[in-house]
């Protein structure tokens, strides 16, 4: 039997003084008998006390040393746990890899396909992006491995699950840089749409949506931690969200076949900033 608003219990405070959650995106779909790359990777860390949110970007392309040995791109670093170890392999060595390229421990994961990308935002009823700039890609790929034309004009306007999946992984117009940028953007309309809801005041609705997409999410977030994080956000002002990432100014170039990794002092500034440990001048996007 489903618990409801009226019946259930206060809902828990946060019981860890902070919290850092890996969100993973990945193209798997549930017939792929392989493991799949991450297709993005942004660590969101929560500080009980002052409420701090702050959200951290890497690049998928990143070269990084793996925590058990090797190296490679950093969206690597599932499929090789996987294959290594196992099932349950892949996310352990994915966080166990973003917490030795910064230094932090990483608590819990969430990964989500594409297809539950678009099946959480569906079930919203959509989303509001507020574009800053227009965009133009006219080789965007397809599943079927054919290219479409898409365009975005700036300012506000409402996407559906399609729309804001191609607006989150577009890059023609930019770079892999920029999508990062559109992505944290993703995330906090899905967070708003979800407050506008009052879904984090609903459990049984709650319930809902997180049973809609069992089959294209993997997370080791368990039910008690998950109600925390609803009791959480429901105090967080979307304007103190701070957004941090790991970008172009941070990074010099390796010789083939590597790619590019962060320059370490410019990456130690970012993640003391992400972590709060230093003040960003930047007031919700942190630079």
Not at 85 to 104: E, I
Request: glycine content about 8%; cysteine-free.
């Amino acid at each position: 039997m489903q618990p409801t608003a009226s019946a259930a219990a206060p809902d828990p405070a946060l019981s860890t003084e902070t919290l850092n959650i890996l969100l993973l995106g990945t193209d798997a779909r549930i017939e792929d008998s392989g493991p799949t790359r991450t297709d993005a990777l942004v660590l969101v860390r929560l500080a009980r006390d002052s409420g701090r949110v702050s959200m951290l970007s890497i690049p998928r392309d990143l070269w990084v040393e793996y925590s058990d040995g090797g190296e490679g791109r950093i969206n690597g670093a599932y499929a090789r746990g996987e294959l290594r170890y196992g099932p349950g392999g892949g996310p352990a060595l994915t966080k166990a890899t973003v917490g030795k390229l910064l230094g932090v421990h990483v608590d819990n994961f969430v990964m989500i396909n594409f297809q539950g990308f678009e099946t959480l935002i569906d079930n919203l009823g959509g989303i509001m992006v507020d574009v800053p700039d227009a965009i133009y890609d006219p080789t965007y790929p397809t599943e079927d491995y054919q290219t479409i034309e898409v365009r975005f004009r700036e300012g506000p306007q409402m996407m559906d699950g399609e729309r804001a999946l191609i607006y989150a992984r577009t890059r023609h117009a930019d770079s892999d840089f920029g999508r990062n940028q559109r992505q944290q953007m993703v995330l906090m309309s899905i967070f708003n749409r979800i407050r506008d809801r009052d879904l984090l005041q609903q459990l049984t609705s709650l319930d809902d949506y997180t049973g809609a997409l069992r089959d294209y999410v993997r997370t080791d977030l368990s039910r008690s931690r998950m109600l925390e994080l609803a009791d959480f956000a429901r105090n967080v002002n979307q304007d103190d969200v701070l957004r941090y990432a790991i970008d172009s100014t941070m990074i010099y170039e390796l010789r083939q076949p590597a790619t590019f990794a962060a320059e370490p002092k410019a990456l130690r500034r970012i993640v003391s900033q992400f972590t709060g440990e230093a003040v960003s001048t930047a007031g919700g996007e942190g630079e």
